[in-house]
C-alpha cells in the first residue's frame, strides 16, 4: 500500500511531520487507501496523546509557532 502524504501546502513542524510519516508506515493504523485522511487523522490523535510535545504551539504571535500545528491541534479537540 502506497504511504499517505502529507500535502505539501500544509507546512508541519519539521519533528511533527516526521513522527506522521513515521506512524503512517505502520499496516496496523486503521484507514484504507481510499481514506488516507482516517489514518492521518488516527495517527496525528496518536500523537497528541502520546507525543504532545512534537506539536509546535506557543502563545499566539509568538515567532515559534506553528500555524499547521495549532490547526491540526484544535481539529483533534
Not at 513515521?22 to 502520546?50: C, H, V, Y
Not at 515559534?64 to 491540526?72: A, G, K, Y
Amino acid at each position: 500500500m502506497p504511504l499517505p502524504s502529507i500535502v505539501s501546502e500544509m507546512s508541519y513542524s519539521p519533528r511533527l511531520e516526521t513522527a506522521l510519516k513515521f506512524i503512517l508506515q505502520d499496516p496496523s493504523i486503521p484507514g484504507s487507501a481510499e481514506r488516507p485522511t482516517s489514518r492521518f487523522i488516527t495517527a496525528a490523535r496518536f500523537l497528541k496523546k502520546n507525543a504532545p510535545h512534537l506539536f509546535e504551539i506557543r502563545k499566539m504571535g509568538a515567532e515559534s509557532d506553528n500555524p499547521m500545528d495549532r490547526w491540526l491541534w484544535d481539529l483533534l479537540g
